[in-house]
């Protein structure tokens, strides 16, 4: 069924509705700071690792194992520690570190 298909009247219902759910998105976002972002970054690599639960995907089954990938990601956390040595905070420092060494040894698991 296209645009064509709608009265006007169901058309003006339709843009109200997504402009709704656009709104519930945008409010319900976490707000981004570093941690989110380190998190965000680290929810990659254990997608990618198939470490991440079922329930984040909406038909409940998870993508296959990608180890160049999750190499990838975590190489990339690595990275950011590296560059921003010196410029966080004592939290920001140990959920680096904490995120680092969990995704590493599920890394070296995953690859065993």
């Known amino acids: 069924m296209g645009d064509d298909a709608l009265t006007p009247e169901e058309k003006a219902e339709a843009e109200r509705r997504a402009d709704e759910v656009e709104e519930k998105q945008t409010t319900q ?8 972002f380190v998190l965000s970054l ?11 639960p079922p329930e984040l995907f909406p ?3 998870m993508p296959p194992r990608n180890l160049p990938m999750a190499k990838q990601s975590i190489d990339l956390i690595a990275m950011i520690e590296e560059k921003t040595q ?5 939290e ?11 995704l590493r040894m599920r890394y070296v698991q995953a690859a065993g």
């Open 59 to 61: 038909d409940g089954q």
């Open 42 to 52: 680290s929810s990659t690599a254990l997608v990618h690792l198939g470490a991440a």
């Open 29 to 36: 976002a976490p707000p981004v700071d570093f941690n989110t």
């Open 86 to 90: 010196g410029n966080l905070s004592g």
């Open 92 to 102: 920001e420092e140990r959920l680096l570190q904490q995120v680092l060494y969990d």
